[in-house]
């Protein structure tokens, strides 16, 4: 099997590009977006990632003969009883059954070891990147006790004054110095000694970048198929935009990726907040039910088989809120397989957001959503919430507009957050 990465302006022309290179057989195996350096020369554009496989062995074979119906699988129709005068005669032997084609099971068979393997390679990248958080994570907690040690003066002047620019970005203290000495590590591997002297600040920046984004865990996307419901439960405190952020999700899955969309929400305690979802729910022609118990919720579920996502907006509330917080529990684990994002704003303090992600451990929540990202000029609370809670990033909120104002998370957006590209890095 063959497999291959295209890059391209659309998803339209990601696909042209695939077929044309790899032929009709080719599937998909995983897309995402991402940005790099516009042709221009200034700024920044977003290009459609598409890695593709084909096999080989089947791909130059002629196409198979037509079949019959898939329904029949070549079975003979049962048949019906002779009249009784008519019993002893034979009747003329049924026609042999076409022989299945097996190609499309192939092709499936392909498709599922491709995705698989994706997977894998991206949970095994994740679960190095945990252990990396955990360890970061325990010296942390001996440094809060025993005080900040004086390490930093032993870095090279170059790494030294990086290790002030992510400090000031409001990356905690401990966590900016494991990574400049990441970096150092690196430097020294590729360089030998000469890094551990006066290293060219533009190569140790870059160094350090790559290093901030090997330590961002990233989930994919809210995964959706036709004929398959996926259910997904925002959870988070009051005032981060949980709403906005359903709404904004429901809009790509509509528009975008042309999946029929269903909206569920818990919030009654908040004045306004069914209208709100409401008139997201009006202007895109999906559904919208209000869940107050447990049955109102499994009802509108068993109702919305037939959509391949239904998003779920849950009310905000304080996270000292035990009470509130357990009665939310107990419907979320009425979910079947539930993916939960707990969503922070990236303008909370970097001790709350730590409170708040401990507050709602209980909910199991299995990924990050930071919104309200162009609130705020400081974006190290991101890194250090992630170096505690060790939960992926899901999306980026970046504003109000629906739904652009929404981005899948990547490490190399992220580690432009901590460390922006200078003029040089982009070129």
Do not use: W
Not at 388 to 400: A, C, D, E, F, H
């Amino acid at each position: 099997m063959r497999v291959k990465t295209f890059e391209a302006g659309s998803m339209q022309d990601a696909l042209d590009v695939v077929k044309k290179d790899m032929g009709e057989e080719a599937f998909i195996l995983s897309t995402r977006t991402r940005r790099r350096p516009a042709a221009t020369g200034t700024g920044e554009e977003s290009i459609i990632e598409v890695t593709a496989a084909v096999d080989e062995a089947q791909a130059g074979l002629p196409p198979a003969a037509a079949t019959t119906p898939a329904l029949t699988y070549g079975l003979r129709a049962p048949q019906t009883a002779l009249p009784a005068r008519a019993s002893r005669q034979v009747p003329p032997p049924a026609p042999p059954a076409p022989p299945m084609d097996l190609q499309p099971l192939r092709r499936e068979l392909l498709e599922i070891k491709g995705a698989v393997a994706a997977l894998k390679d991206n949970d095994q990248r994740n679960g190095s990147i945990l252990k990396e958080l955990d360890q970061m994570k325990a010296l942390l907690s001996r440094i809060q006790r025993q005080g900040m040690p004086p390490a930093q003066l032993h870095l090279p002047s170059s790494l030294l004054e990086l290790y002030g620019d992510l400090v000031a970005n409001d990356v905690e203290p401990v966590i900016a110095l494991r990574l400049c000495e990441h970096a150092q590590r690196a430097l020294t591997d590729q360089e030998g000694d000469s890094a551990t002297g006066a290293v060219n600040a533009e190569r140790a920046r870059l160094f350090l970048r790559r290093v901030i984004a090997d330590f961002i865990p990233v989930a994919p996307p809210i995964q959706v198929e036709p004929g398959k419901m996926r259910v997904a439960a925002l959870v988070g405190p009051t005032g981060v935009g949980k709403t906005t952020t359903v709404a904004k999700l429901a809009a790509y899955a509509q528009l975008h990726l042309k999946q029929k969309v269903a909206l569920l929400t818990l919030d009654t305690y908040r004045m306004g907040a069914v209208d709100q979802l409401q008139q997201y729910a009006q202007i895109l022609q999906v559904p919208l039910h209000v869940a107050l118990t447990v049955e109102d919720m499994r009802g509108a579920l068993r109702f919305y088989q037939d959509r391949a996502l239904v998003l779920i907006d849950t009310p905000g509330h304080s996270p000292k809120d035990t009470e509130t917080l357990n009665q939310l529990r107990g419907l979320l684990e009425e979910l079947p397989d539930v993916e939960t994002h707990l969503v922070l704003s990236a303008t909370t303090k970097p001790r709350d957001l730590t409170e708040i992600a401990a507050r709602y451990e209980p909910l199991h929540p299995t990924r990050l959503l930071f919104t309200k990202l162009d609130e705020t000029s400081t974006y190290g609370p991101i890194l250090s919430t992630l170096v505690r809670v060790k939960r992926p990033l899901s999306y980026l909120g970046t504003g109000q507009e629906v739904p652009d104002a929404l981005e899948l998370a990547t490490s190399r957006r992220v580690a432009d957050l901590i460390l922006p590209a200078t003029a040089k890095d982009v070129e």
